[in-house]
């Protein structure tokens, strides 16, 4: 019960610690092409993705979008 208890902590704090950084890589105001933030992105469900785009495209609408953002002839975003 305690290695359940304990793989379950790990767990949890592994996913609070990439939200967090998924989350730190939106809202930045430096630059979208960070690569530890545009993998996280990449990787999250449609929807969430798309929120992010949409957050990274009004503060960066000026810049190519990022891997994970770009439409289908990847130079506009999603």
């Not at 969430?48 to 979008?65: Q, S």
């Not at 994970?68 to 990847?74: E, F, N, R, W």
Request: with cysteine.
């Amino acid at each position: 019960m305690r290695i359940v208890r304990l793989v379950f902590l790990v767990v949890f704090v592994g996913l609070m610690l990439g939200g967090f950084q998924w989350y730190r890589y939106i809202t930045n105001t430096e630059s979208p092409y960070q690569e530890v933030g545009i993998e996280l992105n990449s990787r999250m469900p449609e929807p969430i993705r798309k929120w992010g785009c949409d957050r990274l495209h009004e503060t960066f609408a000026n810049t190519l979008p990022p891997y994970g953002c770009q439409a289908g002839d990847g130079t506009s975003w999603m």
